[in-house]
């Protein structure tokens, strides 16, 4: 894409001189109106904050725009419905996406959402097409000489079974003949069931390939904190927000999530060698292997003969996060900088002229192509760098997101702009990479909890009214994040004070109003309604999820079971209990030592004090807290001999988390 760059240096000039007329007008008028504004408006503050951006960029640039719409063959209509009728994904939903930003959007960030209201199914170039608004990813389809190869498989089986169905309709019922995984997060295979069975897997006629280690970091990472990362999903993905300008708008990577059956399809053909050639039903694909940056294990793949270049996800229309908001394991910038170097080689040898991503839309035009992926290239290697020169210095991590700021030849290119990361939490996620969350000031080497601080700061502040009065003054001055701080020691000391609650929810609508990535956006309003309906009533259902957890090796399981253990009911208990998964043929010994759940794969214990005979399936269920009366006590799947009390009570020992934690509010 072409980038905004003839006005870098003069837009943020004009971003200071605006912003800094522009509050002054907003205080002003605060002192006539008292600054404040309904819950759901914007207030004088925000509509200074986005009028600057809207003068500092050149939001009018419709080169994008024209990217995003060109090939478009057909629109989709109405909705994906899961099996219970729950509705996955409405494709009327952001029709009010377009024209104007409105007051509560940041205006970069609602020009990022009008790109990708574009959705449907588009023509890339001969040959290529991709499907692109039926969940947050993309599925590329490329056509071979007998079907379709696929790439990637968005996140459930109804919204890729949808997304099939729909090119069919318009480009004819051909097979698939290959599918391709790209990498281990699961909004890119979760919907491989709606795509191909696992029959016609086991048929060997039709390839799955994926890069080396895909199983096991698919599979790993949605077991042991699985519970949590679904809760926190809630908040980046804004989930539980209605799609209203005053609420979900964009996630950055695409409009939003499907949430519905997850599966998965365990490969036949691993990407193992840093480059790979694999011709895939006619076609030749270039497989290059970058492990260890925005996925533990992720390849991209050039096509020499359509001249394209598939960047996977190392590569989107937004800086990417090097941790996300919803939790995962940090990830590497130095490396990720230099993959984009790689691609920049990569590209010059496969003669691309095309770009094509698993999110957003393409870019044509191969000088176009290599400025991208260098703004790319120099965004992660400059937060990497200025935040280790920060580090060196003795900066602690808030102090160098505060600091760290792009220099302006990268702020004016859009696509590498946070709209799904963002530069102060990237800042962090480096410094966490090497010295970890503690930043040396041993007044934070133990510190209180917020329930047992908070009280005490209200007490010496002289009680939860003054701080709130303290809050509102804050407020009225725009100072959201210092009201927001205020008032998080209100909500966590005096938990029922509501005029606390309500005004710090509003702190929360005004910073997400102004942010310009969305899931910073998404959690400060999801952390709004929280706090004035409480946490929702239901988590995400490990239901959906037991596709893809059939294919998970036991041992994971058994490591989470030991994770969820409560400690101080076990203590001084010394069960043993046998597992047998009788389908799979697969023994255990699970022990209790020191409050600690042991397992082993070995033969029955004789001396067990209880033996569980189960299906691998049933297992699961249990695992997953699906499993009800019927599958348990009166399934033929299921035999217990030994101390049937001892095993109940080894089981009652284990937490069933629901993924409805409260997290703005006490626990």
């Not at 284990?654 to 993924?659: E, F, H, L, Q, Y």
């Amino acid at each position: 894409m072409p980038s905004p760059k003839p006005r870098p240096q003069r837009a943020l000039a004009v971003l200071g001189v605006a912003a800094g007329l522009l509050f002054s007008l907003s205080a002003c008028q605060r002192q006539t109106n008292g600054g404040d504004s309904a819950a759901g408006q914007a207030s004088p503050a925000t509509l200074a904050a986005q009028a600057a951006v809207a003068q500092a960029l050149p939001l009018a640039d419709q080169q994008d725009f024209e990217d995003a719409r060109r090939g478009l063959l057909a629109r989709p209509e109405g909705q994906i419905r899961a099996a219970d009728g729950t509705v996955l994904v409405d494709f009327d939903a952001f029709k009010f996406v377009s024209g104007e930003a409105p007051a509560t959007v940041n205006p970069s960030l609602w020009r990022h959402a009008r790109l990708n209201a574009e959705i449907g199914l588009f023509k890339v170039v001969d040959h290529v097409y991709q499907l692109r608004g039926f969940d947050i990813a993309n599925i590329t389809l490329i056509e071979g000489q007998t079907g379709w190869i696929l790439v990637d498989a968005l996140t459930a089986r109804e919204s890729a079974a949808a997304a099939l169905a729909f090119a069919r309709q318009h480009l004819g019922n051909k097979p698939v003949t290959a599918l391709v995984f790209t990498h281990s997060h699961a909004d890119h295979f979760g919907g491989a069931l709606g795509l191909l069975t696992a029959e016609q897997i086991a048929a060997g006629k039709t390839p799955v390939v994926a890069p080396a280690g895909f199983m096991e970091e698919a599979t790993s990472e949605n077991v042991m904190v699985g519970t949590a990362m679904a809760r926190r999903s809630i908040y980046q993905f804004g989930k539980d927000l209605p799609r209203s300008p005053t609420g979900l708008v964009d996630t950055g990577l695409g409009k939003n999530v499907a949430y519905g059956q997850v599966g998965i399809l365990p490969p036949t053909q691993l990407i193992t060698e840093a480059t790979q050639d694999l011709t895939l039903d006619g076609v030749r694909f270039v497989f290059h292997n970058v492990p260890g940056a925005e996925a533990p294990a992720e390849l991209t793949f050039s096509l020499p003969d359509f001249k394209v270049y598939g960047g996977a996800e190392n590569l989107a229309q937004t800086m990417h996060n090097l941790l996300p908001v919803r939790g995962a394991k940090v990830r590497d910038a130095l490396r990720w900088a230099q993959y984009m170097q790689q691609a920049l080689d990569q590209l010059e040898a496969s003669n691309a002229e095309v770009y094509v991503g698993q999110h957003n839309w393409p870019i044509w035009g191969r000088e176009k192509i290599r400025d991208f992926i260098t703004a790319h290239r120099d965004v992660y290697q400059y937060t990497h760098d200025q935040t280790v020169r920060a580090i060196n210095a003795g900066l602690t991590p808030n102090e160098i997101a505060e600091r760290v700021q792009l220099p302006a030849s990268l702020q004016g290119h859009f696509g590498a702009r946070g709209y799904y990361g963002d530069l102060r939490h990237n800042v962090r996620a480096v410094y966490q990479h090497y010295l970890g969350a503690y930043d040396g000031n041993p007044a934070h080497l133990n510190p209180l909890p917020a329930q047992q601080s908070a009280p005490r700061y209200l007490a010496l502040m002289g009680g939860v009214d003054r701080v709130v009065a303290a809050a509102q003054v804050a407020y009225d001055q725009g100072d959201y994040r210092w009201a927001a701080e205020l008032l998080n020691q209100a909500v966590f000391g005096e938990p029922k004070q509501q005029a606390a609650r309500e005004l710090l929810a509003r702190c929360y609508e005004q910073l997400g109003y102004q942010a310009e990535a969305s899931t910073w956006r998404n959690s400060y309003l999801s952390a709004a309604q929280e706090l004035r309906q409480g946490p929702p009533a239901k988590g995400i259902s490990r239901a959906t999820l037991i596709d893809m957890l059939g294919q998970t090796p036991t041992p994971r399981f058994l490591e989470a079971m030991a994770a969820g253990l409560d400690a101080a009911a076990a203590d001084g208990k010394r069960w043993k209990i046998n597992l047998q998964l009788s389908d799979v043929g697969e023994s255990y010994q699970l022990w209790l030592e020191n409050a600690v759940l042991h397992h082993r794969a070995a033969k029955p214990d004789p001396e067990a004090d209880a033996t569980l005979t189960l299906t691998k399936p049933l297992f699961i269920k249990m695992m997953a807290g699906t499993a009800g009366l019927r599958d348990t006590l009166l399934s033929d799947e299921l035999k217990i001999s030994g101390s049937r009390v001892t095993l109940l009570r080894f089981l009652g020992l284990i937490d069933k988390a629901s993924g409805t934690f409260a997290i703005v509010t006490p626990r």
